[in-house]
């Protein structure tokens, strides 16, 4: 499919009035065979910076993605509008691959899916050879650092392919990755003189909430039962948590299912297609349920166990409210959980390994505790400044007890400097309550003019404190060098007396009911005002055509694009083509059904 305007193809196969921050200068760049880096949020339009190319340059676009059931998720999508696209993994069966194959070097597809392992055998790399190829996209691209959540050592061969083809663009892109692993990414796949786009990590939809753990299935129950509608996943540490939680959320009348790396290939198989096709509203599963799922209509992450890391955290939740629609992510935290997660790290054989992901545990320690606004804490995290609360997250809606800490943080900040910035938390916090370690007098830190100044205080309130000023940009916390605080230049103006800070106090919170955000945060919520029966209606129906496909029903239509139907009731089909992700190909397939159904609600009205 050959294309002369980028934005008729956003418009007339993906149904899309306008593109996002950085989409169209991105495709732009990959059509006059530049290299990328994207680094976009979950849901914020990362596959059509690649997928748009393809359909405008001479050849077929080269997905690399990590899991099987993602590619077929994507390429059902894709066929649902019309665009040729394949995938080629060890699911299929020898005729189909063949098939998939003979299609590849006939020149009839836009797009082709593959395995990392598969695209970098010497076969296929030979097949390739003698084939138009109008770009690589390199999808889930952190999986190729060490830095990277979720590493995985089939990535590291994909380094080769600038060698291999030197004349083809190359689009590398992930959803999480800080700067440590961002540069690790460029360096592995050789990408120098990639032009480099960044969007906002911000999902302003989705609602981030923390409880403390204590009844937690109770507190779950109770959670899925004041949230009657919408599918939801639930995350647990253990494969034996999973099967646990699952069995007795069937046992209590929910339609749920276990999903883990102990099953069967057919058993996650038919859990997944499941959940995909809305006929059970909960899985209930370990991090072995990530990047593979594509279902742009979940509603709700539960985190039953704390993440390992803010990377994984983001990740996850990310699978909430894909389609802009408001969503909400819950986390139950308890210290024992992280005595777990610690153990769990700490019997990693590389040192390296092992102190790399320790502090990304303590930054997620951190976010749970906190008791400031948590996107901002998440944002900053990645990099990225909120300058004002966001109204969606549980400390936003209810606000805790606040108390002036300028002194303490003038001392805290005072310490990191004494001490050299050459040191962590623990050492920064010693030196304040005047510990009698030997190690502090063996670097003569009792003689510091901070040491002890601190005493009056407990461990966990400096580690609060300094916690805050990290989240609020005053102290940097360095990974890449042990964890040392150093001070950033925001610190001047704060410990000269310029600046007050103010602090929450630390509360127990025993309750995740929801309450209602402001105006404003629910306009970013993506909150619609549509009509909830007419919503229920076009679902049924969605879910009837996505039945006799045999393709999920988000395949169809995404929720947001229902909400819309449900909102505006367009009569005709030119307004029915005015709704979001209404493409040609899905207006002369699917809109006739959802029009007459529209009509027949109008007129019973």
């Known amino acids: ?129 003698g084939i138009p190829i109008a770009l690589f996209a390199i999808d889930e691209a952190h999986c190729i650092s060490q830095w990277g959540h979720d590493f995985r050592p089939e990535y590291l061969k994909l380094g080769r392919l600038r060698k291999l083809f030197p004349e083809i663009p190359m ?145 996850e939740t990310g699978r909430a409210g894909r389609d802009g629609l408001a969503a909400e992510a819950l986390l139950m935290f308890s210290y024992g959980d992280v005595a777990v997660a610690r153990g769990l790290i ?64 003038r001392k805290a900040l005072s310490c990191v400097y004494r001490v050299g910035q050459r040191f962590g938390m623990v050492h920064v916090i010693d030196v304040l309550r005047g510990s009698k370690k030997e190690r502090i007098t063996q670097l003569g830190h009792d003689r510091l003019s901070t040491y002890g100044i601190g005493a009056d205080k407990s461990q966990d309130y400096w580690s609060h404190l300094l916690r805050h000023l990290v989240h609020h940009g005053y102290l940097l916390q360095d990974v890449g060098d042990y964890s040392v605080l150093k001070l950033t230049e925001s610190a001047g103006p704060l410990l000269r007396g310029e600046l007050t800070l103010t602090m929450a106090e630390p509360r127990v919170k025993t309750s995740a009911a929801p309450k209602a955000a402001s105006r404003a945060a629910r306009r970013k919520a993506g909150d619609i005002d549509y009509d909830p029966e007419l919503f229920e209606r076009l679902r049924a129906l969605r879910k009837e055509l996505a039945d006799r496909e045999g393709v999920p029903p988000f395949v169809i239509f995404s929720d947001i694009s229902l909400a819309e139907m449900a909102a505006l009731l367009p009569e005709t089909e030119a307004e029915f083509r005015g709704i979001h992700g209404v493409g040609r190909h899905k207006l002369e397939r699917y809109g006739p059904s959802f029009l007459d159904e529209i009509r027949r609600f109008a007129s019973q009205r």
């Not at 969606?392 to 209810?398: E, H, Q, R």
């Open 346 to 409: 700490e019997k990693t054989r590389s040192p390296v390994r092992m102190r790399i992901e320790l502090h990304k545990l303590n930054a997620m320690v951190g976010f749970a505790e906190a008791m400031s606004c948590r996107r901002r804490i998440l944002l900053g995290y990645f990099g990225e400044r909120l300058h004002e609360d966001c109204g969606n997250c549980d400390v936003c809606l209810d606000p805790p007890e606040v108390m002036d800490v300028t002194q303490d943080a």
């Open 171 to 315: 689009i590398a892109l992930t959803a999480t990755a800080e700067p440590h692993t961002r540069r690790d990414i460029l360096e592995r796949l050789d990408l120098k003189d990639a032009r480099c786009y960044i969007s906002g990590f911000d999902r302003p939809n989705i609602r981030y909430s923390v409880v403390e753990k204590r009844k937690p299935f109770a507190q779950l129950t109770e959670y899925l039962h004041s949230r009657p509608s919408g599918a939801g996943i639930v995350y647990c540490l253990s494969r034996k948590r999973v099967d646990e939680v699952a069995g007795r959320l069937v046992e209590a009348g929910f339609r749920a299912a276990p999903y883990h790396a102990g099953l069967s290939a057919s058993e996650r198989k038919k859990t997944q297609d499941d959940f995909l096709r809305d006929e059970i509203r909960v899985i209930v599963a370990t991090v072995a349920f990530g990047m593979g799922i594509d279902k742009s209509d979940v509603r709700f992450v539960v985190h039953y166990d704390i993440p390992k890391n803010i990377e994984c955290y983001y990740q």
């Open 1 to 129: 499919m050959m294309n002369a305007n980028p934005f008729e193809s956003l418009r007339s196969v993906f149904g899309y009035e306008s593109f996002r921050d950085h989409q169209e200068e991105i495709i732009q760049g990959l059509i006059r065979g530049e290299n990328a880096f994207v680094l976009m949020p979950t849901g914020g339009g990362k596959s059509l910076c690649f997928q748009i190319p393809a359909l405008h340059r001479e050849g077929v676009g080269i997905v690399v993605s990590p899991l099987i059931s993602l590619m077929k998720d994507q390429v059902d999508a894709l066929r649902a509008c019309g665009v040729k696209a394949e995938f080629y993994n060890s699911s299929l069966g020898s005729a189909e691959a063949r098939q998939v194959l003979a299609m590849l070097h006939a020149g009839e597809l836009d797009l082709l899916y593959v395995a990392p392992e598969r695209l970098m055998s010497d076969g296929f790399i030979e097949r390739l050879r």
